[in-house]
């Protein structure tokens, strides 16, 4: 493959000179690159919609997949004129269909994740948004992966769940992986262009977070957290899901897991600071102690940008940053001002990646459990970490080396924490 993860786990060098050699024979041809964007109703693939509609010369879309959003999935098919579009369960699919047939779209309508897989590797798309959230975009992403494509990783899950599984269906099929979460798609744009060269000249990767919503909250209120808070994110607008965990921090554990598989660097080599303002989105801090980072407006266009043009930088939308008008920027150790205490999921990212394998998938599936339980209000907000806690010491991880494996080792995870919600302990201090 020519980006992403290859062989031993690292970016192959030699690879941007590839993809701008593609580019040049696409554009002298006048070829668009046709776009398949897995989860398009939510906010990373509206927000993918709106840079593709920039760039009408380079791109068309050429299929969009919903979960439940039948009348936003159709606005879009009315704008975009995809050739298919695909709803995750049927009886939503025929909704889509009679509305798509009542406003006369070329549009075929497709229902289910085998019809989710098969759009992500048919041969006409060259391009895959993957954006579904949680461990349901993992089967999209490997058919993807498998099939060689330009895949863009907005569904961190693939990595957390998936991990060497993933990675080796990432170079079996030869695509081309690039991380569009900002603070990796940062990262990613912060270190040596030879990857062959990362070990030897780079010290850490330092991921920067914002600290949500309760970054200053006595870590003994945050019982008292209601969903409509916990989603209110001070900086970025995100679907419930991810807000909670930015909230609570779990989306940073999470993604310290993505950048140990993504960049392959141990874990004791990635940190975390918070970084209030989210205007630095990661650095890297290479031996001789300079650092390198990458600054830009909370706006995730810009990382889509950055994919879908790469190596090329291509209009993303988003305002610049003006120096003279921007706040002072700070940071906070993660040992310091009580944010251990407010945030101990954080840890768990390290813990999963030093015990044995699946470990990872057991914690996201705990997770998410957990907070549709707290966002369904069964559940408080501090009691989402006990769940991912107890879920872990409970179910045994097993050396997932399949999808099917990695399934039944969430299916069993997401079984346990459910009982965890419903059990009276769950309700208790």
Known sequence: MSIGVPPAGRFQSGAAASAKEELRAAASEGARSRVAILGSTGSVGTSTLDVLARHPDRFEVFALTAATQVDLLLAQCARFRPRFAVMASAPHAAQLQEKIEANRLPVSVLSGPEAIENVASHESTDVVMAAIVGAAGMPGCLAAARAGKRLLLANKEALVVGGEVFLSAVRAGGAKLLPIDSEHSAVFQSLPEDPATWDARVEKIILTASGGPFRTMAPADLRHVTPEQACAHPNWVMGRKISVDSATMMNKALEVIEAHYLFDLPPERIEVVIHPQSVIHSMVQYRD?????????????????????????????????????????????????????????????????????????????????????????RIRFDQIHAVNVATLEAVVPAQPDSLDALFDLDAEARSFAEQRVRAPAAQGA
């Open 289 to 377: 102690t300079s650092v390198v980072a990458q600054l830009g407006t909370p706006d995730m266009r810009a990382p889509i940008a950055y994919g879908l043009g790469w190596p090329e930088r291509i209009d993303a939308g988003a305002s610049p940053l003006d120096f003279r008008s921007l706040a002072a920027m700070t940071f906070e150790a993660i040992d310091a001002n009580g944010h251990r205490e407010r945030f101990p999921g954080l840890q768990l990212a390290w813990q999963t990646l030093a015990a044995p394998p699946g470990s990872c998938a057991i914690l996201n599936a705990a997770n998410e459990v957990a907070v549709q339980a707290f966002l369904d209000r």
